[in-house]
């Protein structure tokens, strides 16, 4: 099996890095993502629609270069990746429809439920959950059904409602409350942060790691986490719907406290920086393996300056 290269020759960039690890992850979901065929021809299309509308493949590039540091076989992380890319896109399409953030443009397009309609985008992201554990689950991805099994139940801690789940609760209550710093950063590492938690230990998962390097690879994602949710609330912030692929203003107009609107944009973008260096430092043990992941941060804050 080829072994994942953490930082390839050929790529001179970060930016170059994230766009071949896409590449690698849209063929994997090519592959496992079902074709339209048959009477219910229309969800698979729809489930393809919202995949396949761009966007950077954060998290599974988060997992393939954790699964590097550790030489996790390619096959079994891209599998991984995927899985954990379907589960994030059916969280997109659920948090767009007109009952929860009612939005009508994502990654610079009409999101699922305009494009085709309310319950076709409600099926498509069901299928998608569903269809990320079952990537999961089977002995593609790893022989051994038992890192199978804690895999599924990882995720389905991650994005359940003690997590991803728990925090767009926090979220859509937010407009009735009077949330504080402590209340925004929980929400953030619920509706974000756990699902990028995941991510990052994912690799260390497939390889077998002990406690102390998913401990390690759980508190970059927890810094990494929260400097990526304030470079988004950023943008929001200050940005514009090209910038961002998706309408801006919102958590403004709707009265929601983000750490931006706590902080002030300077105090932000401070803070932000400084758990970027702090997650950066805690990769230090794995030298150069984990250059890519100790600059990750630095380069998603850039787009916010």
Same mark, same amino acid.
């Given at each position: 099996?080829?072994?994942? *290269?953490?930082?390839?020759?050929?790529?001179?960039?970060?930016?170059?890095? !994230?766009?071949?690890?896409?590449?690698?992850?849209?063929?994997?979901?090519?592959?496992? !993502?079902?074709?339209?065929?048959?009477?219910?021809?229309?969800?698979?299309?729809?489930?393809?629609?919202?995949?396949?509308?761009?966007?950077?493949?954060?998290?599974?590039?988060?997992?393939?270069?954790?699964?590097?540091?550790?030489?996790?076989?390619?096959?079994?992380?891209?599998?991984?990746?995927?899985?954990?890319?379907?589960?994030?896109?059916?969280?997109?399409?659920?948090? *767009? !429809?007109?009952?929860?953030?009612?939005?009508?443009?994502?990654?610079?397009?009409?999101?699922?439920?305009?494009?085709?309609?309310?319950?076709?985008?409600?099926?498509?992201?069901?299928?998608?959950?569903?269809?990320?554990?079952?990537?999961?689950?089977?002995?593609?991805?790893?022989?051994?059904?038992?890192?199978?099994?804690?895999?599924?139940?990882? !995720?389905?801690?991650?994005?359940?409602?003690?997590?991803?789940?728990?925090?767009?609760?926090?979220?859509?209550?937010?407009?009735?409350?009077?949330?504080?710093?402590?209340?925004?950063?929980?929400?953030?590492?619920?509706?974000?942060?756990?699902?990028?938690?995941?991510?990052?230990?994912?690799?260390?998962?497939?390889?077998?790691?002990?406690? *102390?390097?998913?401990?390690?690879?759980?508190?970059?994602?927890?810094?990494?986490?929260?400097?990526?949710?304030?470079?988004?609330?950023?943008?929001?912030?200050?940005?514009?719907?090209?910038?961002?692929?998706?309408?801006?203003?919102?958590?403004?107009?709707?009265?929601?406290?983000?750490?931006?609107?706590?902080?002030?944009?300077?105090?932000?973008?401070?803070?932000?920086?400084?758990?970027?260096?702090?997650?950066?430092?805690?990769?230090?043990?794995?030298?150069?393996?984990?250059?890519?992941?100790?600059?990750?941060?630095?380069?998603?804050?850039?787009?916010?300056?």
């Amino acid at each position: 099996m080829t072994i994942l *290269d953490p930082a390839p020759a050929h790529l001179d960039s970060l930016d170059e890095a !994230l766009k071949d690890a896409a590449r690698r992850v849209d063929k994997t979901l090519e592959a496992v !993502l079902p074709k339209p065929e048959g009477l219910h021809a229309r969800v698979a299309e729809a489930m393809r629609y919202a995949v396949f509308a761009g966007g950077k493949r954060l998290r599974p590039f988060l997992t393939l270069a954790g699964a590097a540091l550790f030489g996790v076989p390619e096959a079994r992380a891209l599998r991984v990746a995927a899985a954990i890319e379907c589960l994030h896109t059916y969280s997109l399409i659920h948090d *767009d !429809l007109p009952c929860m953030d009612d939005d009508d443009l994502r990654r610079g397009r009409p999101t699922t439920h305009r494009k085709f309609d309310e319950a076709t985008a409600v099926l498509a992201g069901d299928a998608l959950l569903t269809l990320a554990f079952g990537i999961l689950g089977d002995s593609a991805t790893h022989p051994s059904g038992e890192v199978r099994a804690e895999l599924v139940a990882r !995720l389905a801690a991650a994005a359940g409602s003690e997590g991803m789940i728990g925090g767009q609760m926090i979220d859509i209550l937010a407009p009735e409350r009077d949330y504080g710093e402590a209340e925004t950063i929980l929400l953030q590492q619920l509706k974000t942060g756990a699902l990028f938690e995941f991510s990052c230990e994912a690799g260390a998962i497939l390889a077998g790691a002990g406690a *102390d390097d998913r401990a390690r690879l759980n508190d970059f994602a927890k810094g990494f986490g929260l400097a990526f949710q304030i470079a988004d609330d950023i943008i929001d912030a200050t940005g514009t719907a090209e910038m961002a692929g998706k309408a801006v203003g919102k958590d403004q107009e709707q009265g929601k406290a983000t750490l931006v609107s706590l902080y002030g944009l300077e105090k932000a973008r401070a803070e932000s920086v400084r758990l970027a260096q702090a997650a950066a430092e805690r990769l230090v043990p794995y030298g150069p393996q984990a250059e890519t992941l100790r600059a990750l941060p630095f380069y998603l804050l850039d787009r916010a300056s």
